[in-house]
């Protein structure tokens, strides 16, 4: 991703690999899941059944 997307790069938080555009995290890999940081539309989404 961060070879398409200049703006995003790799980084670490409390020990964890992230990608952050500028300052801010949005992904982040935990415990063999992906975890993503969504707006509040996303999160109207990720309430379906499926989601985990």
């Not at 990608?19 to 509040?40: H, I, N, P, T």
């Amino acid at each position: 991703m961060t070879d398409e997307h200049p703006d995003v790069e790799r980084g670490s938080m409390f020990g964890m690999p992230i990608l952050k555009a500028g300052r801010k995290a949005f992904a982040s890999w935990y415990d063999g899941a992906l975890v993503l940081k969504l707006g509040e539309p996303d999160l109207t989404a990720a309430a379906l059944a499926y989601v985990r």
